[in-house]
């Protein structure tokens, strides 16, 4: 079975600081990693996904994960934060079960 | 292209009813996936169609069930419904089997509430 931790339930950032979103997962297999993001009173929206092609997975709206297997991480990182990334964030891994198996989510705020 | 769409959005039951959640996938996606959102549990998977057939379960109790039609839509039924079955139940298509090889489409979800 495999499972992912998020350190970190809420996290604030000053607009145009790094936004740093920590990810730790457990796997028997090579996992496949995800990101998703949901905006209040919305469905889950997939920012990136590993699955073994790149150590360095870049997404979308400027989000970017490297995989690190040696600490068994796959944090989210985005240079420059936007009014706009308010939002929780989920963390996620599937493995030979095919099972999407999610973190308890990280809520980010955006301070002006 | 049309998203995920989810029927009814928001619904309120009672205790011992039972409900029916209809999802009807993006045009072309053949599987179906079921997910269950509270902020006690989180998000939970609950299963996935795929050509009409179960192809995965979470561990959730026989009350959940689902099925697909030829059409690709898919509708999940909980029956004897619980205080705690209260949540949002979000449902995802693909084109083929998900997650892992292919990407999921959320839709935005039926909330329900059980008083």
């Known amino acids: 079975a495999q499972s992912v931790t998020q350190l970190g339930s809420h996290v604030s950032v000053s607009e145009g600081a790094l936004v740093l979103l920590r990810c730790n997962y457990s796997?028997?297999?090579?996992?496949?990693l995800f990101w998703y993001v949901q905006y209040p009173n919305q469905g889950l929206q997939l920012l990136l996904k590993?699955?073994?092609?790149?150590?360095l997975v870049k997404g979308i709206n400027g989000f970017e994960a490297e995989f690190k297997k040696s600490e068994t991480s796959f944090h989210l990182t985005k240079p420059s934060a936007h009014m706009s990334d308010a939002a929780e964030y989920f963390c996620a891994v599937s493995g030979s079960d095919y099972k999407l198996s999610f973190g308890a989510g990280t809520t980010v705020t955006v301070r002006a | 292209k049309a998203g995920v769409t989810q029927t009814p959005r928001y619904l309120i039951k009672t205790r011992g009813q039972q409900v029916t959640l209809s999802c009807s996938p993006i045009s072309g996606h053949r599987s179906v996936s079921w997910y269950q959102q509270t902020p006690g549990q989180g998000l939970q998977f609950l299963f996935e169609y795929f050509s009409e057939t179960q192809r995965n379960k979470g561990n959730f109790p026989g009350r959940f069930s689902g099925r697909q039609f030829s059409n690709s839509r898919s509708e999940m039924n909980v029956s004897t419904l619980e205080l705690g079955d209260s949540a949002l139940y979000l449902c995802a298509s693909s084109f083929g089997l998900g997650p892992s090889q292919e990407t999921q489409y959320f839709g935005p979800g039926t909330r329900l509430l059980v008083l």
């Open positions: 796997s028997s297999v090579p996992p496949y």
């Open positions: 590993y699955t073994s092609a790149a150590t």
